[in-house]
């Protein structure tokens, strides 16, 4: 078919412009390459803002590609986690009934007489130093003097129970050996909820049993956990603790030992306590030492205050009305004790330990405990709306009398 005139003319046209933007376009590339010179259109760059680089965790050596990790760890504790077996002798209890005169005029001499049986535990532990330091619970090795101690490889020693400490629940034991595993400890005061949390243990005379989870809390009080007669700010973990467990480590995901497991809530599912790796370390430093551990205390019971604890309080005292809304409330101060000596009052409110804020009893109990026996401490007092500073001595801690909580 042939071409009109006009369609002759447009097609030649076309075929002018497209050539001659070709053309154009290849003197730009030409010219951009620097192979000759010519005219060179500019270049437009968006500038895009560089993509954030993911958050660095410091002192992280675990490979987040390889998902054995926890294996890894666990492997790595594994062989200086043991198990202690501990027995001791515990008299039956006589029937109070049997105790009445009446009985003892009727039987004579025949009255039944306390037995003694043979108490068997188990419980875990583990090695602090390859010449067979180890640590564990203290109600693991309560009421006993040797217990026997298994190692994952097998090996059995008996081992000599140096220091037990009631209100930490930390308790020492010894055994006679040299080159052993140990753990690696790491640090309990920067972790944060979410973070992994691994147990090892003999739950159930499980040996060697591997539980994992995350911290569930930090800093929970003994009063919170169940257990208002122990001095410690514990970790709280859903990794599953049962019996057996107690005293063995709970490690974090790099293998470092951050806690001793310890207490258990019978009446709930998903809850287990450990003691934090400073406590531990700083107590049976001083139980291997001195086969036991001094606990400095003020002799003061306290209070959080509140609306209800304040009018509570202030009903009972005849002086020395507290003023402030919130605080650390004194509520009663122990006869002879350190803070009577100092003149610490009922009704004085603690604002400060040692120059540090305090806003709870155990934010109190934690700065004390941290101090020496007989050492200075400024404590910093609101008393009748003004802002003293006293100067008080800690005692140590009677275990056998004060209910006296700081």
């Known amino acids: 078919m042939s071409l009109s005139f006009k369609q002759a003319t447009l097609y030649v046209t076309l075929l002018s412009i497209g050539g001659g933007m070709g053309w154009l376009g290849n003197r730009y590339l030409q010219g951009s390459n620097n192979l000759e010179t010519g005219l060179v259109l500019p270049v437009v760059r968006q500038q895009i803002p560089p993509y954030p680089s993911p958050p660095v965790l410091e002192n992280r050596a675990v490979d987040r590609s390889n998902p054995n990790f926890i294996a890894e760890a666990a492997e790595k504790v594994g062989p200086a986690v043991v198990r202690i077996d501990a027995s001791s002798k515990v008299a039956n209890q006589v029937p109070e009934a049997f105790k009445n005169p009446l009985f003892r005029r009727f039987f ?113 009080s003994s009063s919170q956990v169940g257990i208002p007669d122990k001095r410690v700010r514990f970790i709280q973990t859903d990794a599953a603790i049962n019996p057996g467990n107690s005293g063995g480590p709970l490690l974090n995901d790099q293998g470092e030992v951050i806690g001793i497991n310890t207490a258990i809530r019978a009446d709930a599912q998903g809850l287990g306590f450990a003691i934090p790796i400073e406590t531990a370390k700083r107590i049976s430093d001083q139980l291997f030492a001195k086969g036991k551990a001094e606990h400095p205390y003020l002799g003061i019971q306290m209070v959080s205050l509140t609306a209800a604890t304040k009018a509570e309080l202030n009903k009972q005292l005849d002086s020395n009305k507290i003023t402030l809304d919130q605080g650390v409330a004194v509520a009663r101060v122990v006869e002879n004790s350190p803070a009577q000596k100092a003149d610490l009052r009922a009704g004085d409110v603690i604002q400060k330990v040692d120059g540090i804020a305090v806003n709870t009893p155990g934010d109190v109990q934690e700065r004390v405990e941290n101090t020496v026996v007989g050492k200075e401490l400024e404590v910093e007092i609101n008393r009748l709306g003004q802002v003293q500073k006293i100067k008080v001595r800690p005692g140590a801690f009677p275990l056998s009398g004060s209910s006296a909580g700081g």
Request: zero cysteines; hydrophobic letters at 35%; a neutral charge.
């Open 108 to 220: 004579g001499e025949n009255l039944p007489q306390p037995e003694e049986r043979l108490k068997r535990g188990t419980g875990s532990g583990f090695i602090l130093t390859s010449d067979g330091r180890i640590v564990t619970n203290a109600h693991v090795v309560s009421g006993t003097d040797t217990v026997k101690v298994t190692l994952k490889d097998g090996r059995e020693f008996e081992g000599k129970v140096q220091g037990v400490d009631p209100l930490t629940d930390v308790a020492v034991v010894k055994i006679n050996a040299k080159e052993l595993p140990q753990v690696a400890l790491g640090r309990s005061d920067n972790i944060v909820p979410g973070q992994w949390a691994i147990a090892i243990g003999n739950p159930l005379g499980l040996d060697n049993t591997v539980t994992v989870g995350i911290i569930s809390a930090t800093g929970r």
